[in-house]
C-alpha cells in the first residue's frame, strides 16, 4: 500500500521557519520517500505505508518537541501504479 501524507505546523512565522518546522521537514525529506515536496504553507510525502507512517510518527514526536503547538496533517491512501481509481 502507497500513502501520501501532507502537514503543516503551527504557529507560522512569516519572517522565517520556525524550528518545529523546519525539524518537521527534516524528517520528511530523510524518510526514504519517493515523493517529497515542502512549501512555506505545507508539505507532501509519498511512498510506502510503513515509510510513511514512520514518518508521521517522527515528525510529530520531533515537531511537538521542537515546539509546535499544532500539527496538521491528512493521510491518503494512493493507488499503485498500474491501478485504476475504483
Known sequence: M????EFT?????????PRHA???REVIQGAGLDSV????????????ADRVLAA????LRRGLDAGATRVS???????EAG????
Open 22 to 24: 523546519v525539524v518537521a
Open 37 to 48: 515536496d515542502v512549501g512555506p504553507f505545507g508539505n507532501t510525502g509519498e511512498g510506502p
Open 9 to 17: 505546523t503551527e504557529p507560522f512565522d512569516l519572517d522565517e521557519a
Open 56 to 59: 508521521v510518527d517522527e515528525l
Open 73 to 79: 496533517l491528512q493521510v491518503n491512501v494512493v493507488a
Open 2 to 5: 502507497r500513502l501520501r501524507v
Open 83 to 86: 491501478e485504476g481509481a475504483s
